[in-house]
């Protein structure tokens, strides 16, 4: 029987990541995506980042809900071979909608796991999908009597992105993904600053694709700086020192 190359492999891999991204529905990711090759060492271990992402996204149905979050968060990260990582980060949130709503310090925790594949000395590529769940409901007062929730809110997110070595240890990476958000959105009657009436609204981010790109930069022994920026319907940035056991 011929043996099942790397790229075989990778190709089911890929396959079987963007399935989970199709189906899943009770997740939402945050934070960054990183780098595709873990910082684990090569024979198999741990890792542990602390982070942070100011994040920014639309959502419909109806008129458009503009989202600002900032996001920090620690991170545990289990790779081996320079080939796949799994890791699950527990943060805070806050949120702001619009300039009308804004509630801080809500919970969130993440699940998130990575291949990747060697195409030469210098060059690779990867996939990766995360995802994420606020623990918490996020709720405002705006004026007397006047209240505004988001529950359930959530998103996963899937990509591909080839990655080069750089002088100095630096990795460069780069690639586009899919992302999917939905939340409730609860209105007391009397508020009509978002543009929607009393009641109960489900809602969806605007754009379902993507693209990304960060450095993965070696500081001291055992330390790495992650920087990134990620650009759907609009922009956002964040960074993540990491420290390799």
């Not at 790397?6 to 990183?34: E, H, K, M, N, P």
Request: proline residues 2%.
């Amino acid at each position: 029987m011929k043996k099942t190359s790397w790229r075989q492999y990778f190709t089911i891999v890929v396959s079987g990541l963007c399935a989970l991204c199709l189906i899943s529905a009770d997740v939402q990711a945050a934070g960054l995506f990183g780098a595709p090759q873990t910082v684990s060492r090569e024979a198999g271990g741990l890792n542990t980042a602390i982070g942070y992402r100011y994040h920014e996204e639309t959502y419909e149905k109806g008129p458009d809900l503009r989202f600002k979050q900032n996001e920090i968060y620690s991170q545990a990260s289990y790779g081996v071979r320079n080939t796949w990582e799994i890791y699950g980060r527990v943060g805070i949130s806050d949120l702001n909608i619009a300039d009308v709503f804004r509630e801080n310090e809500t919970v969130f925790t993440t699940l998130g796991g990575k291949a990747f594949c060697p195409i030469s000395e210098k060059i690779g590529i990867g996939a990766f999908i995360q995802g994420t769940y606020y623990l918490n409901d996020f709720t405002d007062q705006v004026g007397r009597g006047k209240k505004i929730k988001v529950q359930d809110l959530w998103d996963v997110n899937a990509g591909i992105a080839l990655q080069t070595a750089l002088p100095c240890g630096t990795k460069l990476y780069a690639g586009p993904y899919l992302y999917y958000s939905e939340a409730e959105l609860w209105l007391s009657s009397g508020v009509s600053d978002l543009g929607y009436t009393a009641g109960k609204f489900s809602i969806h981010n605007k754009l379902n694709a993507g693209g990304f790109a960060g450095l993965d930069i070696p500081l001291a022994k055992g330390f790495r700086l992650n920087v990134e920026g990620q650009y759907a319907d609009r922009f956002s940035a964040g960074a993540a020192v990491s420290y390799t056991y």
